[in-house]
């Protein structure tokens, strides 16, 4: 009798094991790691059989086999935006990894994107330090020798398995950086804390320090600055104007002033077959002005419409769909 025909008459209990429904960060992490496998096989008649039964496996495992598999390094495609898209030709990749007292930090990848620096970390803790989704890092960005003037900061941690964290941060530049290749000093001095009471969060007596190459040229050359001073009228009579657009491969961005409420507008973008984008990062300033940034909508060289909608009720447009760029 052969080895496989004693395996397929083997009895297996599975009352042993975890049978709950997969949470939709799980269900997420397999759906990518079965696309992954599928890109691996050529085309043949089995590829069906093959690709179900991959599938089945997969969806086989317990929560705690899902938690701890090996995970590829975060990108910041994951984090950013939903669509499938690809920041390759704009990414600055690293791979280096330094260590603390805290556990190991991999610096994974930088993006510049005109006055928007992203950045992604994998950290893997160790078994005594203290640290959850809830907990974010937050570093120090220094280019060309010079701490880096910012006016916003965003961060988020997300937890890969039991010990280990895909680390994000966004930082806004108060101007965009000219140059197309520099020196980045990146320093994870501090960290941010359910109850820490700054914004800028603790520091850290041990930071992880890197110092890199980036570059943006990629993303300069499909860069386009929009000066438009467009007025924006409202249905209640209110209006406010749009100064200025820029559109990247990676977003875009509005800059308005005028408006008289303490927070910023709520605009939708339209590309020309009506798909609707929604902002993810805004900041607004007493004086009326502000900027809305749209991660993943990249209207260079394309038609691009807005609406502006309740903040209260996301449907409730309080404007006319209006073209802005040809």
């Given amino acids: 009798m052969s080895i496989y025909k004693e395996l397929n008459e083997v009895a297996i209990d599975l009352s042993e094991f975890d049978v709950s429904p997969l949470t939709n960060y799980e269900k997420k992490r397999v759906q990518k790691l079965v696309k992954k496998k599928l890109k691996l096989v050529k085309s043949h ?38 669509e499938q898209v690809d920041w390759s030709p704009y990414k600055t990749v690293i791979g280096e990894t330094r260590t603390t007292e805290m556990g190991d930090l991999t610096l994974n990848e930088v993006l510049v994107n005109y006055d928007k620096i992203m950045i992604s970390a994998t950290f893997d803790k160790n078994e005594d330090t203290v640290f959850s989704y809830r907990h974010q890092l937050r570093p120090t960005v220094i280019i060309n020798g010079e701490k880096v003037e910012t006016k916003g900061t965003s961060a988020q941690s ?29 320093i994870y001095d501090r960290m941010h804390k359910a109850k820490t009471e700054t914004i800028e969060g603790e520091q850290l007596q041990q930071p992880w320090i890197f110092d890199i190459k980036a570059f943006q040229i990629a993303v300069q050359n499909e860069t386009t600055v929009h000066d438009l001073h467009q007025t924006i009228q409202l249905q209640n009579g209110d209006h406010f104007f749009i100064n200025r657009i820029v559109t990247t491969p990676i977003s875009t961005t509005i800059y308005y002033s005028g408006f008289s409420s303490d927070h910023s507008p709520n605009i939708n973008l339209f590309d020309a077959e009506g798909n609707r984008y929604h902002w993810n990062s805004a900041y607004g300033n007493d004086d009326g002005t502000g900027e809305i940034n749209y991660t993943g909508a990249s209207f260079v060289e394309s038609e691009l419409f807005i609406q502006v909608f309740s903040t209260s009720t996301e449907d409730d447009a309080i404007s006319g769909k209006i073209k802005i760029l040809n």
Avoid at 63 to 72: E, L, R
Avoid at 177 to 185: K, S
């Fill in 45 to 82: 008649k089995g590829m069906g059989v093959a690709a179900a039964t991959l599938a089945i496996g997969l969806l086989a495992m317990n929560h705690q086999t899902i938690a701890n598999m090996p995970f590829i390094a975060a990108l910041l495609e994951d984090w950013q935006v939903t």
């Fill in 158 to 186: 997300i937890a890969q398995n039991s010990s280990k964290y895909a680390i994000y941060n966004e930082i806004t530049l108060a101007e965009p950086v000219a140059d197309a290749n520099f020196d980045v000093q990146i």
